[in-house]
C-alpha cells in the first residue's frame, strides 16, 4: 500500500467520507450514532464546522482512493469551551492497520499545535476498544476519565474514556 497521502477535505470527498463513517454506525459500538447522517447534514456540517469555521476535515487518500478522514469540532456548545477541540477519526474498514489513522491524527495535530486559539485536544473512546486507546496514547493523549454505561447500542450498555492532550 502506497504511503497515505493527507490533505484537506472538500465537498467531493463527502460521500467517500460518509460511507466510511455509515459503516460503523451500522456496524459497530465505535461511533454512539445510531442513525446515517443524511447527505444535507453532512454539507450542513462542513460548512459550518470548516468552510464557516475554524475547524478541520482532512482525508487521507490511498490509491486515488478516500482511506480516511478526521476532523475537529466543537467540544461543547458554551463559549468557555471554546479553546477546547474534539477530535475524531476513522479509517475505511479495509484499511485499518496499516498506519492511515497516525498520518490523519499527526497531520491533524500539527495543525492544532499552530493554531493558539486552541489548548486542548479530546477524544472520546468507546469501551471495550484497546486499540483506540493504544492509539491514543501512542499520540500523546492521556485518559483523565472514564463514564460508565453512559451508552446504549446494539442491546448493551457502553462505557466511554475521555482523552485529553495539550496543544
Known amino acids: 500500500m502506497d504511503a497515505p497521502l493527507v490533505r484537506a477535505a472538500t465537498t467531493a470527498d463527502l460521500p467517500a467520507v460518509a460511507a466510511i463513517y455509515t459503516h460503523y454506525v451500522l456496524r459497530t459500538t465505535i461511533t454512539f450514532n445510531t442513525e446515517v447522517r443524511t447527505p444535507r447534514a453532512w454539507q450542513d456540517r ?8 475554524r475547524y478541520h476535515l482532512l482525508v487521507a487518500e490511498v490509491e486515488g482512493a478516500v482511506a480516511g478522514y ?41 495543525h492544532l499545535a499552530a493554531d493558539a486559539s486552541f489548548h486542548r485536544a479530546y477524544a472520546v473512546v468507546a469501551l471495550p476498544n484497546d486499540d483506540s ?26 462505557d466511554v474514556a475521555y482523552f485529553e492532550r495539550a496543544l
Open 70 to 110: 478526521v476532523e475537529s469540532q466543537p467540544f461543547r456548545p458554551k463559549p468557555a469551551y471554546a479553546r477546547s477541540v474534539e477530535l475524531s477519526v476513522y479509517v475505511a474498514p479495509d484499511g485499518t492497520g496499516r498506519g492511515v489513522g497516525s498520518a490523519l491524527y499527526t497531520a491533524l495535530l500539527e
Open 133 to 158: 486507546v493504544a492509539f491514543h496514547e501512542r499520540h500523546g493523549f492521556e485518559l483523565c476519565g472514564t463514564l460508565t454505561e453512559v451508552g446504549y447500542k446494539f442491546g448493551r450498555y457502553l
Open 46 to 53: 462542513f460548512d459550518e464546522h470548516v468552510v464557516g469555521g
